[in-house]
């Protein structure tokens, strides 16, 4: 059945943005200290280098913009009709960082908590700051679950023996585990399968071993199959009230759904995409949300050198001009998450020009055709992909190599340094 488009009402949206309890000491396994050497040059062991951003670095950098995520985070909101969202950060934030789009997201009231896919995102989060509710989307084992309990993050569940090895879990914690129930109502990837999810779904609400702190589905994105979703988990619903069963905060909502289905929304929304600056599919969707990007990745130009007709730059020769030009060497390539198809397809901005790529983009290094004036120097901060020029917003670099939106931003080098700006 359609479910209200009112706003949550305050008691249900306090039960999951309330502040996450005091956290317990990070475990060895979850934490690495970072630590600079003293003295002798040579580091501790497990112990690694905390590489920030610098003004005067050339080593590339992605910059993360507020004000655009604090946007697209009020775009979501309005969708959803006021209800909290439960922000997907999964994959290391799809490429972005984790550890920097956690805790900036975190600090916005629109969101109540973080959902994760992996018990590493959601422990280096919570080492960054992040106290709000983080949800782990996936099973664990015992260890497993019980590290993310002692760290005030709800695991998920959905297989069979999980009332057993949540009693063993609260046994060895001396309480009950929070967690939250993750339904298959025909996607047939992850979650308890529907239709025998019932009496799993007792014995875990009525368990002394378990806190059921919310119910969730996953849905397809196909709108017609998503319709015969929901009345699925719908049915289920209504089964668990008839028998005074709580399931606590119910989402089902990701982007797509969140744009297309807003009987769906329940208690909050859970987009990724979305406060990303990526638009879903299906009709209309662009013009139902101002989504604006959220990044950029920078460097520095590192050379400028004059080339005659007959000289060339890059491997084999790859850019050989036919009248005299000047190239710019950048030092960024593949492995830092610059796509080799940008070389003939894309430009890059400089001082509010644009220069084409054209000598080929290797591992670690891109060279543009600056044409027959230096118009750039040594140190110059170049864009190859922001929100500053239509020509190097993401989507745009996206559809130029033929890579897609995701494919662009989860190549981004986890090494490379983080800025909010």
Request: aromatic letters at 6%; a neutral charge; charged letters at 25%.
């Amino acid at each position: 059945m359609d479910r209200p488009s009112s706003p949550l009402p305050r008691r249900r949206f306090l039960h999951l943005t309330g502040a996450a309890l005091g956290l317990a000491a990070t475990s060895a396994c979850a934490t690495a200290t970072r630590t600079r050497s003293a003295g002798a040059g040579r580091l501790p062991v497990g112990a690694t280098i905390d590489r920030t951003y610098t003004p005067r670095r050339f080593d590339p950098w992605i910059e993360l913009d507020r004000a655009a995520w604090t946007h697209n985070v009020r775009e979501a909101t309005r969708l959803a009709s006021g209800r909290p969202i439960l922000a997907v950060v999964k994959n290391n934030a799809y490429g972005l960082g984790d550890r920097t789009v956690g805790p900036l997201l975190a600090e916005m009231p629109q969101v109540g908590g973080i959902a994760a896919v992996r018990v590493e995102e959601a422990l280096a989060m919570r080492e960054e700051g992040v106290t709000k509710p983080i949800v782990v989307m996936a099973e664990g084992s015992e260890d497993e679950i019980e590290e993310l309990a002692r760290h005030d993050v709800l695991p998920s569940v959905w297989l069979d023996d999980a009332p057993r090895r949540l009693r063993s879990v609260a046994g060895r914690l001396g309480r009950p585990v929070p967690v939250q129930l993750f339904i298959d109502t025909g996607m047939n990837r992850e979650g308890m399968p529907y239709t025998r999810a019932r009496r799993w779904i007792e014995e875990l609400v009525q368990s002394e071993y378990v806190d059921v702190n919310g119910t969730y589905t996953m849905f397809t994105h196909d709108l017609d199959f998503d319709r015969e979703q929901h009345a699925r988990f719908e049915e289920l619903l209504g089964w668990a009230r008839g028998r005074n069963l709580p399931l606590g905060t119910l989402h089902a909502s990701p982007t797509f759904e969140l744009f297309h289905l807003p009987e769906a929304h329940y208690d909050m929304v859970r987009p990724g995409n979305a406060l990303f600056g990526n638009h879903p599919g299906g009709e209309g969707a662009a013009e139902m949300a101002d989504l604006k990007p959220v990044f950029r990745l920078n460097t520095r130009v590192v050379r400028v050198e004059r080339l005659e007709p007959g000289d060339s730059a890059g491997f084999n020769r790859t850019y050989m001009p036919d009248r005299a030009t000047w190239v710019a060497l950048l030092p960024i390539g593949r492995t830092d998450g610059y796509p080799s198809e940008a070389n003939g397809t894309c430009e890059v901005l400089i001082n509010g020009r644009l220069y084409p790529v054209a000598g080929g983009v290797n591992s670690a290094h891109t060279i543009l055709d600056i044409g027959e004036e230096k118009t750039v120097e040594v140190g110059d901060v170049a864009t190859l992909i922001g929100p500053d020029h239509p020509s190097v917003l993401p989507h745009t670099v996206a559809e130029r190599t033929r890579l897609g939106f995701l494919g662009i931003i989860q190549s981004m080098n986890p090494r490379l340094p983080r800025r909010v700006v």
